[in-house]
Structure formats: structure tokens, C-alpha cells
């Protein structure tokens, strides 16, 4: 991997646009009923999802809503022999342990690093200290917050695609009158990691045995990743894949972000097939299941399936529920 190494500061207010993405109101319903166009990317979907997507179908077709700082803290969890997760339950942020230390996959909120990911790393018996390498998903301060902190106080290296490392140093101003504070002065920006290593489509992130294989997928942000490693479960071998650019509401972005996104899920979609992805992990994990699949990993008896695991049938068929219900809203703006 051909990496770069540059020591840059810049402000991101990840606390702030936490805030006000909080602050904003749900997606009003539309004007008028679905025309038949939109309806039939939403039966397709629906279709498509059957009863183990049903509530992805759900939530990106009728009911989708952003990730609040407020989203309640998940329990941590070792979902697999070499993968944990913690955080809240609208942002995840995943460990994936090697002979040689610890791949974070994101960070969390700036303010939570020792409170909630810290914490909740000791409570499973991880070291902080041992985390060699952060890979963040996407340039938006729910996922950088914390990388800074691991920088300086553990030398980590934060790898970061070439288009959101220039967005983090580079973020669009905030709407007009936006002050997360409500009155008075805004808060102070937040502490953003040196520019590090820069991620290259195809090109594996790794540490030590570990291979972490980075997926463009520009639509969210222009530089969004993907991720997809593999996972041991009882010494048995799996391939997870991670969408790290999700569209949670697709009213926020622009028609040409939104066809480039579609591409980005197919272009996805055939690399997660070639590489046989048959793990469904998320960072935003508000709608698939997320919550119930930890439940039953925590009831889970020897030799039961791992929740986690789905199989690439199903992989595919996850993402394709995404792709129609975007080209739904696509509909909805065409009417």
C-alpha cells in the first residue's frame, strides 16, 4: 500500500454537526402519494428482503432517520473469535484483534473516547495502548472523533481515503445561523488526527496476519469506504463486509451524490460477491437487526450458527434492498 505521511491540523465540529443533525426535523412525508414508479422500487425492495430484511426495507424506503449522539450505548460484545464491537447502537465502532495489536475500525464521538470505547474496550479486556491502526470509514465526526486521541496518546496510525482526508481538512461550512450551542459563543472545534496513511481501492490495510481490503464507495462523502476482512468463529474462517459510507437520509444529498452512490453499492456489490462476503456488519446499524442478532449471540449455544453470519446469497440481497430503496427516493424527486 503506498501510504503518505503529513503532519496537518484542521477544525472539524464533529460534536456540533452531531447537534444539529439532531436538531433537524424527521423527512416530512411527501407532498402527495407515491407515484406508481416509486411504489414499485419499494415492492421490489420488499420483495427482495423478505422477512430477514424486512426492517432495512422499512427503514430506507418509508421510515429512515440519522444516528443521534443519544442513541443508547450498546452492551460490548466479541462477535466473533477476533471481532468486538462497541459504542451506541446508532454508531458502532468495531476491534479486530491481531498477533500484532488492534485494528479499530472507526472511533466514536470525540467526547466518548475514554467514557464509552475506552471503557468498554477494558470491560472486555482489550488494551487501548495495543491499538496499532484506526481505519476510518468516512471523514464525518462520529467516525474520526476519537482517532486523534489514539494518535497522540498511543502513536496510532489513522488510515483515511485521499477525497475524506481532504474533507476533513477541508469541511463544508455550516448552514446558515447554525450555532450548536443555542446562544453564545459555538463550542471548540475538535481535535482532528494528523493527516496519516491514505487508503487505496484494492490495496489491504494490514497488521501483522490480518488483511483489511478498502471499497470506494463515494456517495455519502467522496471518499466513503467500505471494508471487507476476515473473521474466525470458533476456528472456522468468514469474510465480513462493512458499507462505511451509508446514506441514512437520502433528502440531505444531491441527485448526482445519489447516482454516484448507486453505483457505489454495485460496484460493491461485485467485489463483496468475488471475495465471498458472508458476514453483515455495520457502523450506522440501525436497521439491520443489529440489536437482536446480539441477543442471540449472547444466548448462543455451542455449535449454533453465529448470528452474524448470513452467507453471500443474502449479503447480496441486503444491498440490493438499499440500492431500490434509493432509486425509490430518486422516483420521489422526479414526480
Not at 503529513?6 to 411527501?30: D, I, S
Not at 407515484?35 to 425492495?45: G, T
Not at 477525497?163 to 481538512?169: I, Y
Request: some cysteine; overall charge neutral.
Amino acid at each position: 500500500m503506498k501510504c503518505m505521511r503529513t503532519l496537518v491540523l484542521f477544525p472539524c465540529a464533529a460534536a456540533a454537526l452531531a447537534t444539529w443533525l439532531r436538531a433537524q426535523p424527521p423527512q416530512a412525508a411527501p407532498a402527495k402519494p407515491d407515484s406508481p414508479a416509486v411504489l414499485a422500487h419499494i415492492e421490489k425492495a420488499k420483495k427482495i428482503a423478505g422477512t430477514e430484511w424486512a426492517s432495512e426495507a422499512t427503514f430506507f424506503c418509508t421510515a429512515p432517520r440519522a444516528n443521534l449522539p443519544t442513541d443508547p450505548l450498546i452492551e460490548p460484545a466479541k462477535l466473533f473469535d477476533n471481532l468486538y464491537a462497541f459504542g451506541r447502537s446508532g454508531t458502532v465502532v468495531y476491534a479486530l484483534t491481531t498477533s500484532a495489536g488492534i485494528i479499530l475500525i472507526d472511533s466514536g464521538y470525540v467526547n466518548e473516547v475514554e467514557t464509552v470505547l475506552i471503557a468498554q474496550m477494558k470491560s472486555l479486556g482489550l488494551d487501548p495502548a495495543q491499538v496499532k491502526t484506526i481505519i476510518l470509514t468516512h471523514g464525518h465526526g462520529d467516525h474520526f472523533g476519537g482517532a486523534a486521541y489514539f494518535q497522540d496518546h498511543y502513536g496510532t496510525r489513522i488510515v483515511e481515503s485521499a477525497a475524506d482526508w481532504e474533507l476533513m481538512e477541508n469541511p463544508p461550512p455550516p448552514p446558515p445561523g447554525f450555532n450548536p450551542a443555542g446562544k453564545g459563543p459555538p463550542p471548540a472545534p475538535v481535535k482532528p488526527p494528523r493527516k496519516d496513511f491514505v487508503a487505496v481501492e484494492g490495496s489491504p490495510i494490514t497488521l501483522a496476519d490480518e488483511k483489511v481490503t478498502p471499497v470506494m464507495v463515494p456517495g455519502h462523502t467522496p471518499g466513503s469506504m467500505a471494508l471487507i476482512f476476515q473473521v474466525k468463529d470458533g476456528g472456522k474462517m468468514h469474510v465480513a463486509g462493512l458499507f462505511g459510507g451509508t446514506i441514512l437520509l437520502s433528502g440531505r444529498i444531491s441527485d448526482a451524490d445519489l447516482h454516484k452512490y448507486l453505483e457505489s453499492i454495485e460496484h460493491y456489490k461485485q467485489v463483496a460477491r468475488k471475495m465471498k462476503v458472508d458476514v453483515e456488519i455495520q457502523n450506522h446499524p440501525l436497521y439491520d437487526g443489529m440489536p437482536e442478532k446480539l441477543a442471540a449471540l449472547k444466548e448462543r449455544k455451542s455449535g449454533t450458527p453465529n448470528p452474524f453470519v448470513v452467507g453471500p446469497a443474502s449479503y447480496a440481497k441486503f444491498l440490493d434492498v438499499q440500492s431500490e430503496c434509493m432509486k425509490a427516493a430518486m422516483a420521489r424527486r422526479v414526480e
